[in-house]
């Protein structure tokens, strides 16, 4: 059975790299037309919506902070005003830096929250509104093993996603009844820009393909693949699913 989001319209926030950008055009090669987010990275963002063009699928790229407020709800607006509807809101945003407790400053601790926690929460509490409204939609976010099981001089960033994993477990519990129907992704270790760095050293890409009993580190097309899969019909029945996507690394959920 092939997949299938034609008359769909998808959200991703924080998809013009790495995963996000992956969602963006896994999704766009099954129909749906487009809205991304992205802060920074123009060139790539733009690369982005040429890919979904290319795909015969509409798409809006939006500049847009996801850890204000106005910014998010503009970015709703508009969407809702192009397309009509938001069918399914997939909240990728996200980033991962260094932090040593009994170092670590409070800026990082609040940038750390503000983008991967807050903007989720932003994010959702705007759409879900619409999906109401329609009577159906999907919301899909992407946490980390961090999430499940900690992780040493990054505790900011398990709490941020230890957080997102609680929060989608009760928004599921909570929006299921609508015909809304959430769940999470948590991916382990990606090659993307955020991980590049790690993985270009061979003693610690050594010993992160140790760790993982499949021996490999997950490409972004491969986390692509399971968040389509929840954005599908075939996944009607997960309700607060934690898709654990790492490779064996972390056997929880």
């Known amino acids: 059975m092939k997949i299938d989001l034609k008359q769909k319209v998808v959200l991703v926030s924080g998809g013009s790299?790495?995963?996000?950008?992956?969602?963006?055009?896994?999704?766009a090669d099954a129909g749906a037309d487009i809205a991304f987010t992205y802060i920074a990275d123009k060139a790539s963002a733009k690369q982005v919506e040429m890919a979904v063009k290319k795909f015969g699928r509409r798409c809006l790229v939006l500049k847009t902070l996801v850890s204000n407020q106005k910014q998010v709800r503009n970015a709703a607006r508009k969407i809702v005003h192009?397309?009509?509807?938001?069918?399914?809101?997939?909240?990728?945003?996200?980033?991962?830096?260094?932090?040593?407790?009994?170092?670590?400053?409070?800026?990082?601790?609040?940038?750390?929250?503000?983008?991967?926690?807050?903007?989720?929460?932003?994010?959702?509490?705007?759409?879900?509104?619409?999906?109401?409204?329609?009577?159906?939609?999907?919301?899909?976010?992407?946490?980390?093993?961090?999430?499940?099981?900690?992780?040493?001089?990054?505790?900011?960033?398990?709490?941020?996603?230890?957080?997102?994993?609680?929060?989608?477990?009760?928004?599921?519990?909570?929006?299921?009844?609508?015909?809304?129907?959430?769940?999470?992704?948590?991916?382990?270790?990606?090659?993307?820009?955020?991980?590049?760095?790690?993985?270009r050293d061979p003693n610690i890409n050594e010993e992160i393909r140790r760790i993982i009993p499949r021996g490999h580190v997950a490409t972004a097309d491969e986390i692509a693949g399971s968040v389509l899969f929840l954005a599908s019909e075939l996944s009607d029945n997960l309700i607060g699913s934690i898709i654990s996507t790492n490779g064996g690394a972390v056997l929880s959920n």
């Not at 790299?17 to 999704?27: D, N, S, T």
């Open 17 to 27: 790299r790495g995963i996000g950008a992956a969602i963006v055009k896994v999704c």
């Open 82 to 199: 192009e397309f009509g509807r938001i069918d399914i809101l997939v909240n990728n945003a996200g980033i991962w830096k260094y932090g040593a407790i009994g170092k670590m400053t409070e800026q990082q601790w609040d940038e750390m929250l503000d983008i991967n926690l807050k903007g989720m929460f932003l994010f959702s509490n705007e759409v879900v509104p619409v999906m109401k409204k329609q009577g159906s939609g999907k919301i899909i976010n992407i946490a980390s093993t961090a999430g499940q099981r900690g992780e040493r001089f990054h505790s900011h960033y398990a709490a941020s996603k230890g957080g997102m994993i609680a929060f989608t477990k009760s928004i599921a519990a909570e929006l299921a009844p609508h015909n809304i129907i959430v769940n999470c992704v948590s991916p382990g270790w990606v090659a993307t820009d955020m991980t590049a760095r790690e993985l």
